[in-house]
């Protein structure tokens, strides 16, 4: 990406620049591959932690909010995709959300440390990484449910539609990773600019800001995992037609 700079207050604040690593020819930014890690490692130990310390008495509050979020994904997933048509869905998107709202929380962290830990999702490599892997997966669930009928839903309403129908399926994973990073990148920049301040008065702006970064975190990981199961939806919902269409 390439290196814009926005100035304020007589200093500058980069955006688009990170670190990087030079590996076989290839340019690696450091920061994200750190920060993602660190978000997948917390992920990660929540689930072993949740899946030791699962109590069928008295439950703890993490184990609440997990069952919460996870009763929630199966209502949508039951809703647009039925579970039994696609069961991967829900653990895939309870995984999404959880994965990008850590990803997206670690704005929460000092300014400081942004430069080495700041949110992943604030890198378009990896949201557009995100977006093509759930897109690229959504198709093939399509193909595996539908056969040959998947292809049906191009010409609908009319065989006219054939070019726009493309150029949506087309601008889905773009609008999916563009969504997520400019909201996360946007943050990031105010927390930057605001840092500019005076330490005496920055304090209280940064701090109502980041409480307002943590609230667009979560929506933004919601409206992912949320945009995930409804493309499942779109996918699969001609099951039952093609069937019937087949049975004749």
């Not at 604040?13 to 076989?24: A, I, L, N, R, S």
């Not at 449910?145 to 191009?154: A, E, L, P, Q, S």
């Not at 054939?162 to 996360?184: C, D, H, M, V």
């Amino acid at each position: 990406m390439s290196e814009r700079v926005l100035a304020a207050g007589g200093g500058g604040v980069q955006v688009g620049e990170h670190p990087t690593w030079h590996v076989w020819g290839l340019t690696i930014n450091a920061d994200t591959v750190i920060s993602t890690a660190l978000a997948a490692v917390i992920v990660v130990g929540i689930g072993l932690y949740l899946a030791a310390k699962a109590s069928s008495g008295v439950p703890s509050k993490l184990q609440v909010a997990f069952e919460a979020v996870t009763d929630q994904v199966e209502r949508q997933v039951q809703s647009n995709v039925g579970i039994r048509t696609a069961p991967f869905v829900v653990p895939l998107a309870v995984t999404l959300f959880f994965f990008i709202l850590i990803s997206n929380w670690l704005a929460i962290l000092p300014h400081a440390w942004e430069q080495r830990v700041g949110p992943p999702t604030a890198d378009v490599n990896l949201t557009f990484a995100l977006a093509f892997f759930v897109i690229i997966l959504v198709h093939v669930t399509g193909i595996r449910v539908n056969g040959k009928h998947y292809f049906k839903h191009f010409t609908q309403p009319y065989a006219a539609m054939l070019p726009l129908n493309i150029i949506e399926e087309l601008s889905k994973p773009i609008t999916l990773a563009l969504r997520l990073f400019g909201n996360i990148l946007a943050g990031g920049v105010m927390v930057s600019v605001l840092a500019l301040l005076p330490a005496a008065v920055s304090w209280l702006p940064t701090s109502a800001w980041k409480l307002f970064d943590l609230f667009i975190g979560l929506l933004q990981a919601l409206i992912f995992a949320l945009l995930t199961i409804i493309y499942f939806g779109f996918a699969v919902g001609d099951q039952e037609d093609a069937q019937e269409e087949g049975a004749r």
